[in-house]
Structure formats: structure tokens, C-alpha cells
């Protein structure tokens, strides 16, 4: 822990929408009375017929129900495109970079209305209607935010699922919400290297066995596909025959925009499902004081729209608040491990939003590739995904913020929709490592175990205890599942999963997961996952997966793999069941570290003690904590061996 202090600076106090007086008195009010703070900042949106209710929430186990400004009528297609237009038609809304430097373009506010148009009227043509789910499995490309504004305007429900994810876990999204159309392309282009989007879009729906009426292919590099007679459309085809213009489907706030896939600490992954009037009231609001948007700012979101941080902050955020967003194809390091400076200066970026993982990658080259960069445009840089060390954080601080940009270290989940605690860059003091205090509206607690609120400088688990706009509704298809993990370990509250401690200055500083999430390079895996992909495998018999602490990534991957009796292990087998779980999950899954292990710690019961496990994994054997309940405590000492073995 850091307790260095970075006050404001003064040309951020000037400049900002809000200094700390303010931030604290806007603060109190959005608490005091939730209804008239939401009543009046609701109305920051477009409503085609206004609200008159505003929070209509309840966490009450067995009745959670979450319902903001319920009877507004709203498209959120609308509040980011048309609503712009007669102030900002030629306004850059996406400016897009390629992943090879030499390609870039950029989609004023009036060509996007034209482009989204043209792509609700390609679903429209093949029968997608309001409330129907449509799959999103694309590159960075202009097109899938086309593909997902066009659902918004339609009133169909997008499931954007990264395209980093393999065909299986692609089917199982697909079958999930039960998606009759995927929208996707040739292939994906990161770091130079191609990946075979529409192949794994077909062996995903050969694994359903079908259930899918369209697939719709951009084509992004032209690269040869199979295309399925009337099943497959290339989207430049069928767009050529349709009309740039396109009615706004009137939505009921309440109305789902888009359902989100993502890792619990058991089970499949969950669609998380978000509404349309509170969503977006809640992105663009924190939008727009979190990362201080003013008139013609560049703002990049370095994240892919396969994850939350893209849905919100790339496109919906931004987008509604008329904003210039720019979206990246490629990857940190390539084609050199200056190019996120480069684009920055390329592109004249004001405001930068990235992960820890990737500024650690980059700190390990050193501060010549930054140097060698202007990055004068900069003014604000923001981090997001999982805890930043204070070394990382300094170091993004003095060496690619030249000491003059503030960070916000901004704290949220795919559930939050939003923001929930942040700096605000002209209200807020920074301490590195810190996420600092909570957005409007938010009102975090620290809790023990048993649910005790905890006062003053504490730690323990952090709960919501009162509902904000952006929140997640429900569990697509599974409400029972979303108030079993979120509102029964704290009855009354909302539970993150997160480990927090709050300072002698009520800053809050999130520790990690205290379920079995993992977050590996800001990706969020559940262990569960990876174990019964690994079991899935003809020579494993049982495996168990935890976190570890990673210099890069935050948090590794280490699996124990108890093999089949008549199974050597090998160092091939290793690399093969690397290989599994990426074929099975996605490169995202791919264990860092296998371990085999003749046995796991069991209780006499036979559940499985991760606990120990983790201080294995983490080298903390002296700290194995209490053994006595273990059927046989022999297996630790095999472990512990193996594990010292290795370093
Ligand atoms: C988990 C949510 C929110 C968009 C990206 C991740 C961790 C996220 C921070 C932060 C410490 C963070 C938490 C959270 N996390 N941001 N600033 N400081 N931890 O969304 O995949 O839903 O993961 O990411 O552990 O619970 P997600």
C-alpha cells in the first residue's frame, strides 16, 4: 500500500465540471433522496414520453426487483446518433484505428446514423424484432458498434461475445438466450495475426446442431470462408439493397438492451441482462464526470466491446453524451511496444482508459519507447479491470502522464453496468492503488462475514446497499441465480464479491475477489470453469484451479490435476492440456501453471480445500492455516514438495 497523497491540480480544480465542495454536496443529495436526484439527472437522456416514476427497487430476498424511470419511453440508438444531429452531423463520433498502423478512418455522427440505419434494416430484413437475441462475435471494426446500435434501434437484445472466446464457449452463449441470427466476420486482425472468426461461428452452430437462421459476415480481411447457402449473408451485399433509413423502435426504459456473459464462481457463465433508461442515464452520466468529457475531446477506451468496459465506455457512454470515442483493432505491442503513444499522438487523445495488465506489460520495456512519444494531448488517464499497484500506478502517472494527468482508478463490474467508485479528476485527491470514493448514488459498505456493517478504518467485504440506475436486472433466463448470488450472502444488499478496506480517510481500496472469480489480466474467469474443462479431458481424473499472484497478468492461472490411475504425467500431457482448455474456453483460459498432483486436500466429507491450495499456489507454506479437518494430510506435504520442486 502506498499512502502518498497527489491533490488536485490546479488547472484540473479551473477546469473540471466539479471540484471536492461540489463532488461532496452533489454527493450527499443523490443519497438523501435517490428520487429527486435520479428525477432531475434522468432527464440528462432523450425520453420520447417522459417518466414519472423514478426508483422503484427492492433487494429483498425472494422479491429483488429493480425498475428505473419504468414508465419512460426511450431508444438509446437515438440518444447516441439522432439525437446529435442537428448540432453535430459532421462531428467525429468513432475515429478508428486499425491494427496495422497505416489503416485509420473516421465516422462522423451523420455517416453513423447512415451505417446504423442501414444495419437495423439488414436485420429488419431478416426478420429481427424487438425483444429477439441477436449474437455479436466481432473484431474491433466500426461495424460492431453499427451491429449493436442497430439491435438498440431495433429493440433486439445484443449478446456481444468476445471473439477471443472458443466455438464452444461461443455455442453455449448462442444457446443460452437462444439467438436465431450472429452477426460476425471473415476474421479478426490483432497484433498481425488473423483470427478465423466465421470458422469458429460454424463449428459452434454444428455443435447446437443448428437453431440458427442468420449469420451475417462482414468482411473485414477478406480471407476465404465457407458461406452457407441461405443461411449466410456477407453484410456489404445486403446492405447495398437497403434504405439509410430506419425508424427508432419506441422501448419502455425497462425494456432489456443487452444481455452480457460473464464468470461467477460457479457454474456456466451468467447473462447478465441490462435495461434500457437507467443504463444509460447511469453511463453517460459517469461518462461524462469521471473522465471530465467536455466539447471535442478525444477519448480512447483502449477495451474491447466484447466486455462491459466496451459496451459502456466505448460506445454507449460516450456515444449518448455526443463525444469522439476512438476504437482500437490491435494490441498493446504491435507493431512495437510504443503504439498506444503513437495512436495518441496520431489521434490528438485527451483522455486514455486502460487496464493495469496491459501498463505492467509495457513498464517492462522501459521509459524510452513512452519518451520517444509527445503524448502533449493528454490530460487524463483512467485504469479499470482489477487493482493497480502502486508502482504501476506511478509509473503510468510520472512516465506517460509526465507527472501532469491525473488517474482515475475507476472501480465497477459487468453486473454495475457503470462506474461505482472513482476519483472524479477535479473533486479528488489521488492515492495510488485507490479507486477513492463512490459515484452518485452509490452507497458502498464495508461488511464481516456474518454481515456486521463495519464503521471507520476497517476491511472486510464490499456490499451496495441501495440500488444505482445501471445496475444488472436479472440473470437472463434465471432470476432465481441472480438473487442466490448476489442478494442472499448479505441478505437486504447487493454483495460484489470483492475484498475492500476502507482508510482513515474513507478512501476505499478494493483488494480482489473473495469468491472463486479469478482475474486474469483484467479477464474475469470463473476457476469452476477451467476445472470442468480440464476434467472434460480422456486422462484427467480430477482438477482443482486457483489464482496466483502474476507479475503481468494480476492473477494467474494454476491448475491441480489429479491424471487417470493408469496415466503417467509428462511434460507433453502439460502442454496438451494447456491446449484443451484453450480449445475448450478460449486463449483466455489457458492455465499458466499445471501442476500434478497424486491427490487433492480433501475434507473427510470429501470437499475439496481451495484455501489450502491457494497458499500453495501462492508460496505461503508456512500459512497453510488450520489442516486438522483434512482426510489426509499427507497429500499438503506432496504438494508443497512439488511446489517448492518447481522454483
Ligand atoms: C471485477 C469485475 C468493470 C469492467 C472490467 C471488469 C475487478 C474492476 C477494478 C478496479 C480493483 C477492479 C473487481 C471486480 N475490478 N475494476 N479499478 N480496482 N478491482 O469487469 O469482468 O465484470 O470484473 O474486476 O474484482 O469485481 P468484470
Not at 9 to 14: D, G, Q, R, S
Not at 345 to 374: C, W
Not at 432 to 458: N, R
Amino acid at each position: 500500500m502506498s499512502d502518498k497523497t497527489y491533490p488536485v491540480p490546479a488547472e484540473w480544480a479551473a477546469r473540471a465540471f466539479l471540484d471536492a465542495d461540489e463532488y461532496a454536496a452533489m454527493y450527499q443529495a443523490s443519497v438523501a433522496d435517490p428520487d429527486g436526484f435520479w428525477a432531475e439527472h434522468g432527464k440528462r437522456i432523450h425520453w420520447f414520453s417522459p417518466f414519472t416514476t423514478v426508483k422503484n427497487t427492492s433487494f429483498i430476498p425472494g422479491q429483488v426487483s429493480i425498475k428505473w424511470f419504468e414508465d419512460g419511453i426511450t431508444n438509446v440508438a437515438y440518444n447516441c446518433i439522432d439525437r446529435h444531429l442537428a448540432e453535430r452531423a459532421d462531428q467525429v463520433a468513432i475515429i478508428w484505428e486499425g491494427d496495422n498502423p497505416s489503416e485509420s478512418k473516421t465516422i462522423t455522427y451523420g455517416e453513423l446514423a447512415a451505417e446504423v440505419n442501414k444495419f437495423a434494416n439488414v436485420l429488419r430484413n431478416r426478420d429481427v424484432q424487438k425483444g429477439d437475441r441477436v449474437t455479436i462475435y466481432m473484431p474491433m471494426i466500426p461495424e460492431a458498434a453499427y451491429a449493436m446500435l442497430a439491435c438498440a434501434r431495433l429493440g433486439a437484445i445484443h449478446s456481444v461475445v468476445f471473439g477471443g472466446f472458443s466455438p464452444d464457449s461461443l455455442a453455449g452463449r448462442i444457446s443460452d438466450c437462444e439467438s436465431r441470427c450472429i452477426i460476425t466476420a471473415d476474421e479478426g486482425l490483432r497484433g498481425g495475426r488473423k483470427v478465423p472468426l466465421k470458422a469458429n461461428v460454424d463449428a459452434a452452430i454444428e455443435r447446437l446442431g443448428g437453431g440458427v437462421d442468420h449469420v451475417i459476415v462482414v468482411r473485414r480481411t477478406g480471407g476465404a470462408v465457407n458461406m452457407e447457402p441461405i443461411r449466410d449473408v456477407w453484410y456489404h451485399e445486403a446492405a447495398d439493397l437497403v434504405s439509410d433509413e430506419c425508424p427508432a423502435e419506441h422501448m419502455n426504459a425497462e425494456d432489456p438492451l443487452f444481455i452480457l456473459y460473464t464468470s461467477g464462481s460457479t457454474g456456466k457463465p451468467k447473462g447478465v441482462l441490462h435495461t434500457t433508461g437507467g443504463y444509460l442515464v447511469y453511463a453517460s452520466m459517469t461518462h461524462q464526470y469521471v473522465f471530465d468529457y467536455h466539447e471535442g475531446d478525444v477519448y480512447w477506451c483502449t477495451a474491447d466491446v466484447g466486455w462491459v468496459t466496451g459496451h459502456s465506455y466505448i460506445v454507449y457512454g460516450p456515444l449518448a453524451n455526443g463525444a469522439t470515442t476512438l476504437m482500437f483493432e490491435g494490441v498493446p505491442n504491435y507493431p512495437s511496444v510504443s503504439r498506444f503513444w503513437e495512436v495518441i499522438d496520431k489521434h490528438q487523445v485527451n483522455i486514455f482508459y486502460t487496464a493495469p495488465t496491459a501498463i505492467r506489460a509495457l513498464m517492462q520495456s522501459g521509459e524510452e519507447p513512452v519518451r520517444k512519444t509527445s503524448r502533449a494531448s493528454l490530460r487524463l488517464l483512467g485504469s479499470v479491470g482489477e487493482p493497480i499497484n502502486p508502482e504501476a500506478w506511478e509509473w503510468y502517472h510520472r512516465v506517460v502522464g509526465e507527472g501532469r494527468c491525473p488517474i482515475v482508478d475507476t472501480w465497477w463490474q459487468t453486473e454495475t453496468g457503470g462506474i461505482l467508485i472513482t476519483p472524479l479528476p477535479g473533486a479528488t485527491a489521488l492515492k495510488p492503488g485507490s479507486a477513492t470514493h463512490p459515484f452518485f448514488g452509490v452507497k458502498p459498505e464495508v461488511v464481516d462475514a456474518e454481515g456486521k456493517v463495519l464503521d471507520g478504518a476497517t476491511e472486510g467485504n464490499l456490499v451496495i446497499a441501495d440500488s444505482w440506475p445501471g445496475q444488472m436486472r436479472t440473470v437472463y433466463g434465471d432470476h432465481e441465480r441472480f438473487e442466490q448470488t448476489y442478494f442472499a450472502t448479505y441478505p437486504g444488499k447487493y454483495f460484489t464479491g470483492d475484498g475492500c478496506r476502507r482508510d482513515a480517510d474513507g478512501y476505499y481500496w478494493i483488494t480482489g475477489r473473495v469468491d472463486d472469480v479469478i482475474n486474469v489480466s483484467g479477464h474475469r474467469m470463473g476457476t469452476a470453469e477451467v476445472e470442468s474443462a480440464l476434467v472434460a479431458h480422456p486422462n484427467v481424473s480430477e482438477a482443482a484451479v486457483v489464482g496466483f499472484p502474476h507479475d503481468i497478468k494480476g492473477q494467474g492461472i494454476y491448475a491441480y490435476v489429479t491424471l487417470m490411475a493408469d496415466v503417467q504425467p509428462s511434460e507433453e500431457l502439460r502442454k496438451e492440456l494447456v491446449a484443451w482448455v484453450r480449445k475448450e474456453i478460449g486463449p483466455i483460459a489457458s492455465p499458466d501453471l499445471i501442476q500434478f498432483a497424486p491427490g487433492l486436500p480433501k475434507t473427510r466429507s470429501g470437499k475439496i480445500m481451495r484455501r489450502i491450495l491457494r497458499k500453495i499456489a501462492e508460496d505461503q507454506f508456512e500459512n497453510l492455516g488450520d489442516t486438522s479437518t483434512l482426510a489426509d494430510p499427507g497429500v499438503v506435504d506432496d504438494l508443497v514438495t512439488n511446489r517448492q520442486n518447481k522454483k
